[in-house]
């Protein structure tokens, strides 16, 4: 019988160890160990396999959502399964994008990760039930509606998309770059994002460059 070799990777040992517990009857499990730092699973997988890495987001080393991805740049075929108490959409999205194949809440039922796991290494991607629950809600950008811009900010929307500074931007359009920078700062709030970054990605998204 194909035995799936899992380890489990969380900063409270004992919560490692209750894992280990819950999950020593499952036939179709090997549990090679707990890890409580990121780094130390990245050194495991440069030389052994896993088929299944049972992850927490919160390490003391690294996040676990970076930790997804490199993981997924080591060793391709390991399934990840999120098990965290963080209820936030974006970061359950974020780790989704990052290469996990599940999410579930640390209060969800042993059937629940039963099922996730059995799902994860099928390839599928599996939420808990309140996980699913959080997901279907609308985000704050989609209950607000799409951002309404004035023809500058669109203008300057996408001069900042072509990786153009203040100073330029203000170059190009015979406009002070004190009021480029408000212009920045009011898209940053009109799109309910955090910096420059996240500013294109949400334009990108709502296809504002499209117009």
Do not use: W
């Not at 489990?8 to 179709?28: Q, R, S, Y």
């Not at 080393?61 to 974006?90: F, M, P, V, W, Y």
């Not at 509606?145 to 023809?151: A, C, I, K």
């Not at 009011?186 to 990605?201: C, D, P, S």
């Amino acid at each position: 019988m194909f035995e799936i070799r899992t380890a489990i990777v969380d900063d409270h040992p004992i919560v490692i160890e209750g894992l280990k517990t819950l999950l020593a009857n499952e036939t179709n499990l090997k549990i090679i160990g707990g890890f409580c730092r990121g780094e130390e699973l990245l050194s495991y997988l440069e030389n052994s396999t896993l088929d299944l890495v049972l992850l927490d987001i919160t390490l003391p080393d690294i996040s676990g959502i970076e930790l997804c991805q490199r993981i997924k740049q080591i060793a391709l075929t390991t399934s990840i399964l999120i098990l965290s108490n963080h209820t936030e959409r974006s970061i359950i999205m974020q780790a989704i994008q990052n290469g996990a194949s599940g999410y579930l809440l640390k209060n969800s039922s042993v059937d629940e990760l039963r099922h996730c796991i059995a799902e994860a290494i099928k390839g599928n991607v599996c939420y808990s039930k309140e996980v699913m629950e959080i997901i279907s809600r609308p985000s704050k950008n989609e209950l607000q509606g799409l951002p309404r811009l004035t023809r500058r900010e669109k203008e300057i929307l996408g001069l900042i998309a072509a990786g153009k500074t203040s100073q330029m931007i203000a170059h190009e359009l015979f406009l002070s770059p004190l009021t480029v920078d408000t212009h920045r700062k009011n898209l940053i709030q009109k799109f309910g994002v955090k910096n420059v970054a996240e500013l294109i990605m949400e334009a990108n998204r709502q296809q504002q460059f499209n117009d």
